[in-house]
C-alpha cells in the first residue's frame, strides 16, 4: 500500500532562516501529492499541491516540487517567519481500490523572532 | 463560506457515557471522514463516507460507530467511551472518495477527554 515519510520535529528555526521539511512516499502509479499545515488550534489546511512529476506546487512563499526519480515532495521556504510556526503534513490521496488517503505523521516547525 | 463544522470543540466525560459528536460540511460534498490524531502517531482515519448510506472502516474503526443519513452530516458516536479514546478528533470532507486531485477540508477538531 501506500505510505509517506516525513522528517522528525521538531525543526526549530529562527526567523528569516531556510526551511526545508523532507518528505518521501511510495505509491502505485503517479498520484497527486499535498502539504498540509495545521496552525495551532486549528484544523488542517491545504498548503500546496502537485498533480505529476516536475510539477512544483507554491503557496504562501512555500515550494515543494514533484520528483519521481527520488518519489520525493520537499517542502522548503527561503525565509520563515514566526507566523509560519504550525505542524506540517504531507499526503497522498486515497487509490489502488483504496480510498483512504496516506497522511505523513507530520513535522512540528517552530519559528523563533 | 465553505466549511466544516465540529461540535463540540471540547468535551470532558466519564467512562462508559455514551457521546457524539457531530460534523456538518456545507460544499455538497459526497466522501466525508474522521480521523483522530494523537502524538507520534500522526492522522488516523477511523472511518469514512463514500455518500449517503454508505460508510466504511478506516484504519482505527475499533469502539466508534458513524452514520450518514444525509449529505452534510456525518456524526461520529461513541458508545461507551473508554480513556484510550482521549484524543484530538477530526472530521474532513472532500468531492469525492476517488479520483486522486481531491482536496480534503477539515473542522477546526474535537478535543476528547475521557476519565
Known amino acids: 500500500g501506500n505510505s509517506v515519510t516525513q522528517m522528525e520535529g521538531p525543526v526549530t528555526l529562527s526567523e528569516e532562516a531556510f526551511l526545508t521539511i523532507n518528505c518521501t512516499y511510495t505509491?502505485?502509479?503517479?498520484?497527486?501529492l499535498f502539504w498540509y499545515v495545521q496552525y495551532p488550534g486549528e484544523g488542517l489546511q491545504l498548503l500546496l499541491k502537485a498533480t505529476k512529476a516536475d510539477d512544483k506546487g507554491s503557496n504562501k512563499g512555500f515550494e515543494a516540487t514533484y520528483r519521481k526519480e527520488t518519489t520525493s515532495f520537499h517542502l522548503e521556504k527561503g525565509s520563515v517567519q514566526v507566523s509560519d510556526s504550525a505542524v506540517y503534513f504531507c499526503?497522498?490521496?486515497?487509490?489502488?481500490?483504496?480510498?483512504?488517503?496516506?497522511f505523513g505523521r507530520g513535522t512540528s516547525l517552530i519559528v523563533h523572532p | 463560506e465553505a466549511q466544516v463544522t465540529q461540535n463540540p470543540r471540547y468535551l470532558i466525560t466519564v467512562t462508559g457515557k455514551k457521546l457524539t459528536v457531530t460534523c456538518s460540511q456545507n460544499?455538497?460534498?459526497?466522501?466525508m471522514s474522521w480521523y483522530r490524531q494523537d502524538p507520534g502517531l500522526g492522522l488516523r482515519q477511523i472511518y469514512y463516507?463514500?455518500?449517503?448510506?454508505?460508510?466504511d472502516k478506516g484504519d482505527v474503526p475499533e469502539g466508534y460507530k458513524v452514520s450518514r443519513k444525509e449529505k452534510r452530516n456525518f456524526p461520529l458516536i461513541l458508545e461507551s467511551p473508554s480513556p484510550n479514546q482521549t484524543s484530538l478528533y477530526f472530521c474532513?470532507?472532500?468531492?469525492?472518495?476517488?479520483?486522486?486531485?481531491?482536496?480534503?477540508?477539515f473542522g477546526a477538531g474535537t478535543r476528547l477527554s475521557v476519565l
Open positions: 505509491a502505485t502509479g503517479y498520484p497527486s
Open positions: 460544499m455538497n460534498h459526497e466522501y
Open positions: 474532513a470532507s472532500s468531492l469525492s472518495g476517488s479520483g486522486g486531485r481531491n482536496i480534503q477540508y
Open positions: 463516507s463514500m455518500n449517503v448510506e454508505v460508510t
Open positions: 499526503a497522498l490521496p486515497p487509490s489502488g481500490g483504496s480510498y483512504i488517503p496516506t
